[in-house]
Nanobody, 119 residues
Framework: QVQLVESGGGLVQAGGSLRLSCAAS????????MGWFRQAPGKEREFVAA????????TYADSVKGRFTTSRDNAKNTVYLQMDSLKPEDTAVYYC????????????WGQGTQVTVSS
């Protein structure tokens, strides 16, 4: 079992930055691929970024590529999402999620943290 708790959301002006953190419980955190997703009001949840269990591989949605960076510290059981050059369309609830490195399904989800970008 993995429990995930996000933090770091808030209100920021367009062009600003925020760093989200996702703290995980459990001894096997380092074996999980971690993902970031977001859901804006009235829209479906969408993929934002993912990082492999070792941190050696990352993937990003085209909409955030070059602006967002995900990283992880397995010693601290924490994954991060650095968000720069934020746009109003980045406004959403952001979730972190975990999946086994041998699976394509994210089984564990955090409660989400609100990010609001004002124009």
């Amino acid at each position: 079992q993995v429990q995930l708790v996000e933090s770091g959301g808030g209100l920021v002006q367009a062009g600003g930055s925020l760093r989200l953190s996702c703290a995980a419980s459990g001894r096997t955190f380092s074996s999980y691929t971690m993902g970031w997703f977001r859901q804006a009001p009235g829209k479906e949840r969408e993929f934002v970024a993912a990082i492999s269990w070792s941190g050696g591989s990352t993937t990003y949605a085209d909409s955030v590529k070059g602006r967002f960076t995900t990283s992880r510290d397995n010693a601290k059981n924490t994954v991060y999402l650095q968000m720069d050059s934020l746009k109003p369309e980045d406004t959403a609830v952001y979730y972190c999620a975990a999946r086994s490195r041998f699976s394509t399904v994210y089984n564990y989800w955090g409660q989400g943290t609100q990010v609001t970008v004002s124009s």
